[in-house]
């Protein structure tokens, strides 16, 4: 119970207690003084800030205060004959909820160095016009803190509204000690309570006690703009601006009001609640965006300190760091802190931000500060073009398409994460790269940078190929190897020896053929088996190395005697597919004379065919060959034979010195 009860206190102390935020808070010798403004609905407008701040005195603080309605645009005013803009860089609440819009928040510009003691109207220039009360900025109200060396110690708070709006309450809590013998000064700034006759007014209440119903159009303002409470506090006392009083009641458009008689002496909190006039249904449509309190105290001055303002890239982390307390709360809109109750948390925003610190001292008097971080966003490459490579060749490619956010110029810095060899470069464009995994760094002008991998794959478009010229004969058996690879500019030759019936066997020969410059035909070969037997000749064809290879393999038959391929079966029906007798004759070279018959049934010669010399007798062929056509299925009369079964007799005599006769009889089915 007591861990839970110190937790609850540092919450309070924390900015946020049960729905406001306390976005600044000081103790110092002078005054403050403050004053609204708001557009008409669907216009723009200008008009001026009327405040009060003494010639004698100096500029403390000075603050542009926006209450935005829903999701709407960057704004863009003039303000004193400055350009500023309400965007998410100066959101210093957090998100709620509004009538008008919904996600709504609290924007806050430092106009310090835009204000001086010797003006005391500062005019506002809004040339946009925004939508109907949607999603607009509507509210705008001038907060400045003045130090005079000659005026009383007091104590300023601003506060920023941190729920959706309706039935808002307000416990103020760990504030300094009160002085109620002077004056106690609370202000509203607030926005489309349109009138208090109706159903639209606000009934305030301090510590339970009623102090006034408010509604209207401010008198500085558009169609239900405001009511805000334009006033000024020095020496001790509160005082009222344009249509503002500093009495005990507020009422109407008159949002000012002396606290005093309500407060107890010293007293270090206080409830303030504003309730809709209607509550069943209940009017949420009221708007109340910030309040100010002000007042003199029994404590002294005190120095504190905080990191100076300070710019990282999102994802990056700094160290905060605040000095002058006892106790410290950290607060930012976005979050993003590592501790909120520690005097140097770290902080990693997700985006620009302003962080505040309460401090308090061990007399338990209580100041902010703030500080604000700009967060530049990281170069993000929307796409990367990838053009891959050939296998052996480095034509790959890594182009960066569009980016987004960062700052250009841009740096790019490409790493293969295999070799570990980078590349820099000011162009989007990465060429003659080999395949690989690559890093791709993008650094912005900021020096933020942006991380991707790409992989540059490969296509191997080598086509091993040859031609074997004979692929089969009698031993010695001399064979020209021709390469027709394509994409290749190295091969290998390979031959070895397969016992038949075995699919790899002993290896005999191995040939290899260097590099040939790129030129397939001159890489070829010829190798003369001597022995019989079957052999695979094979082909590695490769692009520059040899793991973008291609292979291909053939046989090579080899014998060392006469044989013959003779069909069982042909068909002569003039289709141009197995139209003829042929028979296949391996060992040709070792026959002198051949001689093949056909007959039928009754013994009838048919066909005669005789080759000499491995030419072909009557002109059929002059050439040497391995397969001869015997013949056509017709008579010696030329007329069509019948279908069947013929007989034939192959005769020859080998090419030697034994010059010996040999047959071989057999039979073959003529079928149409």
């Known amino acids: 119970m007591i861990k839970s009860l110190s937790i609850g ?7 946020i207690c049960t729905g406001q935020i306390l976005y600044h808070s000081d103790l110092y010798r002078g005054g403050v003084t403050g004053s609204g403004f708001a557009l008409a609905f669907g216009s723009n407008g200008s008009s001026s800030f009327n405040v009060n701040i003494p010639t004698t005195s100096t500029i403390k ?3 542009l205060i926006s209450g935005r309605n829903g999701i709407a645009p960057d704004l863009t005013i003039d303000f004193a004959g400055n350009q500023l803009i309400f965007d998410s860089t100066n959101q210093v609440g957090i998100t709620f909820q509004s009538f008008f819009g919904g996600n709504s928040s609290v924007h806050i510009i430092d106009v310090s160095t835009f204000v001086t003691p010797s003006i005391n109207q500062y005019p506002i220039i809004i040339s946009t016009i925004q939508q109907g009360s949607l999603n607009r900025h509507n509210e705008f109200y001038l907060y400045i803190l003045y130090e005079e060396s000659s005026f009383p110690i007091i104590n300023t708070y601003l506060y920023l509204n941190n729920q959706d709006f309706g039935f808002v309450n307000y416990n103020i809590s760990n504030i300094s000690p009160i002085n109620n013998v002077n004056d106690v000064g609370l202000s509203l700034l607030t926005g489309y309570i349109c009138d208090t006759n109706l159903v639209d007014g606000e009934n305030v209440f301090i510590d339970g006690n009623f102090v006034g119903l408010i509604g209207g159009n401010d008198l500085n303002s558009g169609s239900c703009g405001g009511p805000y409470g334009d006033f000024y506090y020095e020496n001790n006392q509160l005082f009222g601006l344009s249509d503002d009083t500093a009495n005990f009641q507020m009422k109407g458009t008159d949002v ?6 309500i407060i107890n002496p010293n007293a270090t909190n206080f409830s303030l609640n504003c309730t809709p006039k209607q509550t069943l249904p209940p009017n949420n449509s009221n708007n ?5 309190l002000t007042y003199t105290t029994p404590c002294d001055t005190f120095t504190t300190t905080i990191t100076t303002n300070d710019t990282i890239c999102l994802g990056e982390s700094i160290q905060l760091n605040a000095t002058g307390g006892v106790q410290y709360s950290w607060f930012g809109a976005f979050e993003g802190l590592s501790d909120t109750s520690i005097a140097n948390p770290m902080a990693s925003p997700p985006q620009t931000t302003t962080y505040i610190v309460t401090i308090k001292n061990d007399s338990g008097c ?18 990367l073009i990838v053009t891959n490579n050939f296998c052996g060749d480095s034509v790959g490619s890594l182009q960066v398409g569009a980016i987004s956010n960062g700052g250009q110029p841009y740096l790019y810095s490409l790493t293969n994460l295999q070799t570990g060899n980078t590349q820099n470069s000011s162009l989007t464009t990465f060429n003659s790269l080999g395949t690989a995994n690559y890093q791709l760094t993008i650094t912005d002008i900021n020096g933020c940078t942006f991380t991707d991998t790409a992989t540059i794959t490969e296509t191997n478009i080598v086509q091993a190929n040859f031609t074997a010229t004979p692929s089969s004969g009698v031993a010695p058996l001399l064979v020209e190897f021709d390469n027709t690879s394509l994409n290749a500019n190295a091969f290998q030759w390979s031959i070895t020896s397969l016992p038949f019936g075995s699919a790899q066997g002993a290896l005999d020969t191995l040939v290899w053929i260097p590099a040939c410059a790129g030129n397939a035909a001159a890489c070829g070969l010829q190798y003369e088996f001597i022995n019989s037997g079957t052999y695979q000749a094979c082909l590695i064809a490769y692009n520059n190395i040899p793991t973008c290879a291609d292979t291909i393999c053939k046989t090579i038959i080899v014998s060392d005697e006469i044989s013959f391929v003779i069909p069982n079966v042909f068909t002569p029906n003039f289709d141009n597919e197995n139209d003829n007798f042929v028979i296949q004759l391996t060992g040709a070279s070792l026959i002198k004379t051949l001689k093949v018959e056909v007959f039928n049934r009754w013994g009838e010669t048919l066909r005669s065919v005789e080759f000499r010399e491995m030419g072909v007798v009557n ?4 050439l040497p060959t391995t397969q001869y056509t015997i013949w056509d299925g017709r008579t010696t009369a030329a007329e069509i034979a019948p279908d069947g079964t013929y007989f034939y007799v192959i005769s020859y005599i080998k090419d030697d010195a034994s010059a010996t006769l040999s047959t071989r009889k057999g039979s073959i089915t003529l079928l149409r």
Request: net charge positive; glycine share 0%.
């Open 9 to 15: 206190v540092l919450l309070c102390l924390n900015l």
């Open 61 to 63: 603080k000075a603050f």
């Open 256 to 261: 000012l009001l002396n606290i005093n008689s």
């Open 288 to 292: 109340i965006w910030a309040f100010f």
């Open 366 to 383: 209580v100041k902010t500060e703030q500080v604000k971080i700009w967060v530049n966003p990281l170069p993000v490459a929307d796409t």
């Open 619 to 622: 002109s059929q062929n002059t």
